[in-house]
């Protein structure tokens, strides 16, 4: 399917006549909260090279308390930031086409192109107005790209653990992310970036003060593939599809069938590190090598997740998995209802991969495979395996042993606008989990 990004009028021009590419991609610098000596958190700094131009915008479906702010946001952007353009998905889109006398961008269906741009390619910012469910369908969006632009998110749903922000504060959280990389948010050179910037002087009196550029917490994604068993004299363990990202988690799960589901899990090797590699190399250029399989166990189950530590929030907890802070890099092995009562939960190193096998003898033909709560079409196989490792992240700190981290371009993860309950210093993550999963509450309390 073509991306054809089509205005108001719904004319249908090339698409450089509508919408130019995205600016560089934003630097996420390593730096120090202004209110505290020590590191906050390993939270990154929010450094736009440029000016952001095409902000992707989406909220929760099926709610029709939303509708009227969302509007609001959408006017406070376009007429506060006029050389913005506003993207939206084709459906959401329809619906807004005649409630807005500007022109707004989506996507339509057209015969294939290869030279057409995807969404990563034109998208500086992604904002949500909804609850966890609406980040992760925008990090669903990118889930084939090796770099995600930053989220910035206003919690309006049922939980929203992951929303950062309250809707109240739309305009200084706007402002802070539009502003962070003018010219005058960097005056310390000791950050690593070029003091020059861009200018902000178009933007007089947006400024919020040196020091409260916007705060990044990049969290980890799941790296994926799943492989068939042999047909059509194919060799078995042959990727069916290209590899997807999943920011919670991957899920198999026996779904109609009444039958437990027999599945083997191995844990992989940690991959070594070429000598000849360098700090230059970009996450996802390179295939990783197979590891060296280690079988863990078999099991009979209804399913088994993998989760990253910000899933580890989700269904895994749901089903008995541990709490972890999105900053321990790790990969998560909850079982969903076992046989056996010694299966327990397992936290392992990100750097080990993780194959689950759908094992030749189970009496259901396929097992269902959720990515991020959206269900693959086909399902896996018997014989079928699935690959699940963390995906790399390279830029800053990452780097390796003595990075300096500073205005480098950061691909890997996804970047999420730190407001809200971690703005002020503090850890927003305790917060989330006293104030909202209410973590060891006195029973019988108000």
Request: aromatic share 6%; proline share 8%.
């Amino acid at each position: 399917m073509v991306a054809v990004w089509i205005s108001k009028e719904c004319h249908a021009p090339k698409v450089d006549e509508i919408i130019q590419s995205s600016s560089m991609a934003a630097c996420l610098l390593q730096r120090r909260s202004p209110a505290r000596k020590s590191p906050d958190h390993d939270l990154l700094g929010l450094h736009w090279p440029s000016p952001p131009r095409n902000i992707f915008l989406l909220k929760k479906t099926h709610a029709p308390h939303i509708d009227e702010p969302f509007l609001d946001y959408i006017h406070h952007i376009q007429s506060s930031y006029p050389n913005i353009s506003l993207i939206f998905e084709p459906s959401l889109a329809h619906d807004l086409h005649s409630a807005l006398p500007f022109p707004i961008y989506t996507r339509t269906s057209s015969p294939p192109s290869a030279s057409t741009p995807d969404y990563a390619s034109k998208v500086d910012l992604t904002s949500t107005l909804g609850g966890d469910g609406t980040i992760l369908r925008a990090s669903s969006l990118f889930a084939s790209s090796p770099s995600v632009p930053p989220i910035l998110s206003f919690s309006m749903g049922t939980l929203g653990f992951l929303g950062e922000w309250k809707f109240s504060e739309h305009k200084k959280a706007f402002r802070q992310v539009y502003m962070s990389g003018a010219s005058a948010s960097y005056p310390n050179s000791a950050l690593g970036a070029s003091k020059e910037g861009w200018s902000g002087d178009a933007h007089k009196g947006r400024y919020m003060g040196s020091g409260r550029n916007a705060r990044i917490l990049l969290r980890n994604r799941l790296r994926l593939s799943v492989r068939d068993a042999a047909e059509n004299g194919e060799a078995k363990g042959r990727a069916s599809q290209t590899p997807v990202h999943a920011l919670n988690e991957v899920i198999l799960h026996r779904g109609r069938s009444p039958h437990l589901a027999l599945l083997s899990i191995h844990i992989g090797s940690p991959p070594r590190v070429s000598t000849s590699t360098t700090t230059s190399a970009r996450a996802g250029d390179e295939e990783p090598q197979e590891p060296v399989w280690h079988h863990l166990t078999t099991t009979l189950s209804d399913g088994i997740i993998i989760s990253t530590p910000t899933g580890s929030t989700a269904y895994s907890l749901s089903s008995g998995g541990a709490i972890v802070h999105p900053l321990v890099n790790s990969l998560l092995i909850t079982p969903i209802c076992p046989r056996s009562l010694s299966f327990r939960p397992l936290v392992l190193p990100a750097d080990a991969p993780i194959r689950l096998v759908f094992e030749e003898a189970n009496r259901a033909e396929r097992i269902d495979v959720s990515v991020d709560g959206e269900m693959r079409d086909v399902g896996l196989g018997r014989g079928g395996e699935l690959v699940v490792g963390a995906e790399g992240i390279v830029g800053g700190r990452h780097e390796g042993p003595g990075s300096s981290g500073g205005g480098k371009e950061w691909r890997g993860g996804v970047p999420t606008v730190v407001g809200g309950r971690g703005q002020s210093g503090g850890d927003g993550w305790v917060g989330g989990l006293n104030g909202l999963l209410k973590f060891n509450y006195p029973m019988g309390e108000e």
